[in-house]
């Protein structure tokens, strides 16, 4: 058979897909050189492309030009390869990848273009430091397992568009240069030259379109799109992320919670995990009382409040408040800890989030000192024989706290701490003794909706309420008259949804209407200026007839880098920015020219 390259160009393969099927037929491989072996006679180029790897022989005795052409191939040349697929013999067979059980006798080979030598190869498994992957992010995203999160991000991405316009939800897009919208974080502004001294906000989210919207009559409405936040960053957050983001309007909260997990059903499906709903629900005091946390990772037992195992005396004894929790925390197959261990226990987390409570690491001693009340804390607990128990109380209560008085918030500020230094304990044990439990090992994929959250926080530095979620989310109808009165009674009909102890997105049920809204400005501080300044457009719109409306947001990085069982967003962002906000491959940002700047009308000042 003849072959040449223009007559079987139209067999061109994707490298990953040859199998013992083919052999016998011509093939034209064009792709990276992966990695080249060369054992004198014979030279195996094993060619790359984003489907796989392919072997590539050229055999001096066959084709002696041909071979010497193939010992000029260097890593990561992009080539074409011209040849028969045969059968590996029994003992050549690689049954490490999907074409291992053939290879590509090359008949003909054609340089396409070279490659300087990479700082680090694709192919490569000891990888070098982020710092050189995000500069050279092209080869990085060459390495297969980058290929893989990227074609899983698409995958997810392409489940959920199909899902949510089956549904009858038109994706819409929203201006990116806007004015600051509320939700908590500083706004990455953009200077207007034709207005000098004005600024775009990007947007934190597009919240307030979403809204409007909705006003616009467009009933289902959502958008894969990029929210801009200037926060401090830590490993699960990038300057810019792509939320899930959606409204409806005359939903009620179910309603959401039934689109979200349909979209997450697909979502999954497409990464091939089959999800149960509906998802379990849990409000934000039960969460609180249970895991110390607003985000409760499902796979490790909830909490026990033993208070009511001990008698006052021994709680003085203790030196706990008896007017706070006492509470068990169970990690289960831990097993014996040495002393060492039991001591780390205390300083697992932060002073911060330990202030206040008190931590008993050593069971043993309790035990031994109050038997007969340790005897009920374990049975209340449900604690097996080789469970870790540690157990985390209030200390001296702090001073009287504004959300003390009036009317009852379910979980005071006071117990809410002890609670908090608990969860805290819960989940760094959870952590550091992964290993023994197991929980986590598993894709066990625990869902969760929280709900009911505080419609205000105290803001200790500011000595004033602040929004919970963001100041467009309506309070529960039974909570309207303490909205001045007592605010930290208020629930919001706000809704997060959890996975395994992380957040995935939030959303609510949202003021449909002027006079509410003013009155929640109106307890967050705001006076009617101020609000009528900032949010002028949107007040007025609420007046043209606003339908009842709700909504949420998922962040799509989170959702993919747990599906890939990645560490950091990083790994699924194709061109994420460091923790110090930094693009390191195209190094941005940057200063820029004195012109662009007087054309702005800004002067820089020394810091
Ligand atoms: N805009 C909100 C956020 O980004 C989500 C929502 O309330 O729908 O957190």
Same mark, same amino acid.
């Not at 990953?16 to 016998?24: M, P, Y």
């Not at 490993?235 to 300057?239: G, T, Y």
């Not at 249970?290 to 499902?298: A, L, R, T």
């Given at each position: 058979m003849v072959l040449d390259f223009l007559g079987d160009l139209r067999r061109t393969h994707t490298c990953?897909?040859?199998?013992?099927? #083919?052999?016998?037929s011509p093939a034209v491989l064009m792709g990276w050189v992966n990695r080249r072996r060369d054992l004198g006679n014979l030279i195996f180029v094993d060619v790359r492309d984003r489907t796989g790897v392919t072997q590539v022989v050229f055999n001096k005795e066959l084709n002696p030009a041909l071979h010497e052409k193939a010992s000029g191939l260097r890593s990561e040349y992009v080539i074409a390869a011209l040849g028969m697929v045969k059968k590996r013999d029994p003992n050549t067979i690689n049954k490490n990848v999907p074409t291992g059980e053939v290879e590509l006798v090359a008949k003909d080979l054609k340089i396409l273009n070279e490659s300087k030598n990479p700082p680090f190869l694709p192919g490569e498994t000891v990888l070098p430091n982020e710092e050189v992957r995000l500069t050279y992010r092209y080869l990085d995203l060459r390495r297969p397992e980058m290929q893989a999160n990227i074609e899983l991000r698409h995958k997810v991405a392409m489940a959920i568009r199909d899902y949510l316009s089956g549904q009858g939800f038109f994706e819409i897009e929203t201006p990116f240069m806007t004015r600051s919208t509320p939700e908590g974080a500083r706004d990455y502004l953009v200077p207007s030259r034709v207005q000098p001294g004005s600024f775009y906000a990007l947007p934190q989210s597009p919240q307030l379109f979403k809204q409007i919207l909705m006003i616009s009559g467009f009933d289902k409405y959502f958008q894969i799109v990029r929210c801009f936040r200037d926060e401090d960053l830590r490993?699960?957050? *990038?300057?810019e992320f792509t939320q899930i983001d959606l409204e409806m309007t005359f939903p009620q909260p179910d309603r959401v919670y039934e689109v979200v997990e349909g979209f997450l059903t697909a979502a999954f499906r497409a990464a091939g995990v089959s999800i149960k709903t509906p998802f379990p629900r849990m409000t934000y005091d039960e969460a609180m009382r *249970?895991?110390?946390?607003?985000?409760?990772?499902?796979r490790l037992p909830a909490m026990t #409040?033993?208070? #009511?195992?001990?008698t006052p005396e021994q709680l003085q004894q203790l030196n706990v408040d008896q007017g706070l929790p006492v509470m068990a925390i169970r990690i289960p197959k831990v097993g014996e800890l040495s002393r060492r261990e039991r001591d780390d226990i205390k300083t697992l987390v932060g002073e911060r989030q330990r202030e206040g409570a008190k931590i008993f690491e050593d069971v043993k001693r309790l035990e031994k000192t109050f038997p007969e009340a340790m005897g009920k804390a374990h049975a209340k607990s449900g604690a097996q024989a080789d469970d870790l128990l540690v157990i985390v109380a209030g200390g001296v209560r702090p001073a009287a706290h504004k959300s003390e008085g009036g009317v009852k918030p379910e979980v005071k500020q006071h117990d809410r701490a002890v609670y908090t230094a608990a969860g805290a304990v819960r989940v760094a044990l959870g952590q550091k003794y992964a290993a023994k439990h197991g929980a986590f090992a598993t894709r066990d994929f625990r869902f969760l909706w929280v709900t009911d959250f505080p419609m205000f926080e105290w803001d200790e530095e500011g000595q004033r309420w602040a929004a919970a979620h963001h100041p467009f989310t309506s309070p529960h109808d039974r909570d309207m008259d303490k909205l001045e009165s007592d605010p930290a009674a208020v629930r919001a009909l706000a809704y997060d949804v959890v996975l395994n102890g992380t957040e995935l997105g939030s959303g609510s049920i949202r003021i449909h209407r002027q006079d509410v809204q003013r009155k929640i400005f109106h307890a967050l501080g705001m006076t009617e200026e101020e609000a009528r300044a900032r949010f002028g457009f949107f007040l007025e719109a609420l007046e043209y007839g606003t339908p009842p409306h709700g909504g949420i947001a998922l962040g799509l990085d989170r959702i993919v880098m747990i599906l890939a069982g990645a560490s950091s967003l990083r790994e699924v962002i194709p061109f994420p920015k460091t923790a110090k906000a930094v693009d390191l491959m195209v190094d941005a940002p940057t200063p820029v020219s004195e012109a662009q700047l007087k054309e702005l009308g800004i002067q820089i000042r020394k810091p």
């Open positions: 990953g897909a040859l199998r013992a099927s #083919d052999a016998g490993a699960d957050r *990038q300057p *249970q895991y110390g946390s607003d985000k409760p990772d499902m #409040d033993v208070r #009511d195992c001990f």
